[in-house]
């Protein structure tokens, strides 16, 4: 497609309910990355992936998170017994390579109540 | 890992003046730096980058400049217009390596 995106754009959920966002990188971008964006705070990494290499999860912030990737297509990020301290914008972006830029895509807004 | 420092946290300046934003890296293994604008509500947009086999870089009102000796960037923007108000991140990563660490963003308004 013409660029990042990103479904659903607004979730709201129930605390202990589990999420599923989901990211469609731009075509022929091998790399695809996960942040998250608390209100007013800077972008936190969470998850990276290249090809058909491991993922880098280090920036998961807990074994609740985890993300998915078939090939260089569409990723998901699952969120399992949802916190109200995961409410924040979960970011995609996708690169042609690891050192190209990042185009990001518009986010899910996730709140948690 | 990489830790990266931005100031200020919030920057006001009049429309036509320039706006300086600093950013400072910790690991000096770190050669790729990007600048993002956030305006309001909207996604990060890349709006320029440097690679640290050079030291300044610039696209119209736009100039980045790294001094690698000392591990600080800087994002400068001449002539400000209105529609520069927005949150700016900086970032550094290693080449070859995919964790890009962001600044905590500084916010830009230029006053009119």
């Known amino acids: 497609g013409a660029g990042v995106s990103q479904s659903p754009s607004n979730k709201v959920t129930e605390k202990g309910k589990d999420v599923e966002l989901r990211c469609d990188p731009i075509?022929?971008?091998?790399?695809l990355y996960w942040y998250r964006q608390r209100l007013g705070q800077g972008l936190e990494f969470l998850i990276y992936?290249?090809?058909?290499?491991?993922?880098?999860k280090s920036g998961l912030p807990s074994d609740r998170f985890s993300a998915e990737r078939t090939g260089e297509s569409v990723s998901t990020l699952t969120i399992q017994r949802t916190q109200q301290e995961d409410s924040a914008v979960y970011l995609c972006?996708?690169?042609?390579?690891?050192?190209?830029?990042?185009?990001f895509g518009s986010g899910t807004r996730l709140t948690v109540v | 890992g990489e830790n990266v420092e931005q100031h200020p946290s919030t920057l006001s300046v009049q429309e036509g003046d320039s706006a300086v934003i600093k950013c400072t890296y910790s690991?000096?293994?770190?050669?790729?730096f990007p600048w993002y604008k956030q305006e309001l509500g909207k996604r990060p947009q890349l709006i320029i980058d440097?690679?640290?086999?050079?030291g300044e870089k610039k696209d119209q009102r736009i100039a980045v400049t790294l001094n690698k000796t000392a591990k600080h960037f800087s994002l400068h923007i001449t002539e400000t217009q209105p529609e520069d108000s927005a949150v700016y991140f900086c970032?550094?990563?290693?080449?070859?390596?995919?964790?890009?660490?962001f600044g905590t963003g500084t916010k830009l308004q230029v006053i009119p």
């Open positions: 970032a550094a990563s290693m080449g070859g390596y995919q964790k890009v660490t």
């Open positions: 690991d000096s293994a770190s050669n790729y």
């Open positions: 972006a996708s690169s042609l390579g690891v050192e190209d830029g990042r185009t």
């Open positions: 992936f290249q090809g058909n290499s491991a993922p880098d």
């Open positions: 075509s022929g971008h091998t790399a």
């Open positions: 440097i690679r640290s086999n050079v």
